[in-house]
């Protein structure tokens, strides 16, 4: 069985007030003999993020584990999720966004089922406050809340959260990771080029990530105005999906006017919801 040696990848945006919240959510893991390095990418901060991963590493040195920063210019989410993937040396890679933290069990959980269950080779979880059941139950002898998506209940529902993902990395390799040009739903393309490839995403439903220190990823002020440019992140993932295959004509239609009708709710949901705030 191959030994799961973990590479935390945390991509950093001026996350001088959030950052060390998420290193001590990977300190405070119940497993940390897993882990074999955390990698900071600082995407071009404007703020003191970079000082404050170095102080935070000067004061918990003796670690089981390697805390390495370097900076980049900024270059978006996707570009440093991959720098850190490329810098990995772990054979397995979990991210985690700056701004959320994990439940001190996520590794030991994580790590359990795909040992369990070597076939899984990418698990994510449930979400604090807002999980999903996307996808079918996978039954199994362990008893393990355990669900796999296709592409097709990707395109229905991108689950699960990317700072929940525990992915092996030649799989990520083989896709070419996250698209470098794109800002907007380029998660949900990875997951479906990974789907593609193994046939299911798996995620278990344990709620072990807290995302974004609670927010609602479309009614926060200030991302609902992102609305437009994730509809059309989204609209490029089905259409990524047909021409590799994944789908066919139909489903391309269907999936398409899914998105439109998303959209729209989206919309009616979130700017009410800005206007009032602006009053």
Same mark, same amino acid.
Request: glycine share 8%.
């Given at each position: @069985?191959?030994?799961?040696?973990? %590479?935390?990848?945390?991509?950093?945006?001026?996350?001088?007030?959030?950052?060390?919240?998420?290193?001590?959510?990977?300190?405070?893991?119940?497993?940390?003999? $897993?882990? *074999?390095?955390?990698?900071? #990418?600082? =995407?071009?901060?404007?703020? =003191?993020?970079?000082?404050?991963?170095?102080?935070?590493? *000067?004061?918990?040195?003796?670690? &089981?584990? +390697?805390?390495?920063?370097?900076?980049?210019?900024?270059?978006?989410?996707?570009?440093?999720?991959?720098?850190?993937?490329?810098?990995?040396?772990?054979?397995?890679?979990?991210?985690?966004?700056?701004? =959320?933290?994990? =439940?001190?069990?996520?590794?030991?959980?994580?790590?359990?089922?795909?040992?369990?269950?070597?076939?899984?080779?990418?698990?994510?979880?449930?979400?604090?406050?807002?999980?999903?059941?996307?996808?079918?139950?996978?039954?199994?002898?362990?008893?393990? &809340?355990?669900?796999?998506?296709?592409?097709?209940?990707?395109?229905?529902?991108?689950?699960?959260?990317?700072?929940? #993902?525990?992915?092996?990395?030649?799989?990520? +390799?083989?896709? !070419? !990771?996250?698209?470098?040009?794109?800002?907007? !739903?380029?998660?949900?393309?990875?997951?479906?080029?990974?789907?593609?490839?193994?046939?299911? #995403?798996?995620?278990?439903?344990?709620?072990?990530?807290? $995302?974004?220190? !609670?927010?609602?990823?479309?009614?926060?002020?200030?991302?609902? %105005?992102?609305?437009?440019? @994730?509809?059309?992140?989204?609209?490029?993932?089905?259409?990524?999906?047909?021409?590799?295959?994944?789908?066919?004509?139909?489903?391309?239609?269907?999936?398409?006017?899914?998105?439109?009708?998303?959209?729209?709710?989206?919309?009616?949901?979130?700017?009410?919801?800005?206007?009032?705030?602006? @009053?």
């Amino acid at each position: @069985m191959l030994r799961i040696e973990i %590479s935390v990848v945390i991509p950093a945006y001026n996350a001088a007030d959030t950052v060390c919240d998420s290193l001590d959510s990977v300190k405070n893991q119940t497993r940390t003999d $897993c882990i *074999r390095e955390v990698i900071v #990418v600082d =995407d071009g901060s404007s703020d =003191d993020t970079a000082a404050r991963v170095e102080a935070w590493r *000067r004061e918990n040195e003796g670690l &089981p584990f +390697e805390v390495i920063l370097f900076s980049q210019p900024n270059g978006g989410v996707s570009k440093a999720r991959n720098a850190g993937v490329r810098k990995s040396k772990g054979n397995y890679i979990a991210f985690l966004d700056s701004d =959320d933290v994990w =439940d001190e069990t996520k590794l030991e959980k994580q790590s359990r089922i795909m040992e369990d269950y070597p076939q899984i080779r990418m698990l994510g979880t449930g979400w604090k406050g807002r999980n999903r059941f996307p996808g079918r139950r996978i039954r199994n002898r362990k008893g393990y &809340p355990l669900y796999g998506m296709s592409v097709r209940d990707e395109l229905i529902k991108y689950w699960p959260p990317t700072s929940s #993902v525990l992915v092996r990395k030649d799989d990520l +390799e083989v896709v !070419g !990771g996250f698209d470098e040009s794109r800002r907007y !739903g380029e998660d949900g393309d990875l997951f479906c080029k990974l789907a593609d490839l193994r046939g299911c #995403v798996y995620y278990t439903s344990e709620e072990l990530v807290d $995302c974004g220190n !609670g927010k609602n990823p479309f009614g926060e002020a200030g991302l609902s %105005s992102k609305l437009l440019k @994730m509809h059309r992140g989204f609209l490029k993932n089905v259409r990524n999906c047909y021409c590799r295959g994944s789908i066919n004509a139909v489903e391309f239609m269907v999936f398409t006017v899914w998105e439109y009708m998303k959209f729209i709710r989206r919309c009616i949901i979130v700017i009410p919801r800005k206007l009032r705030n602006r @009053m």
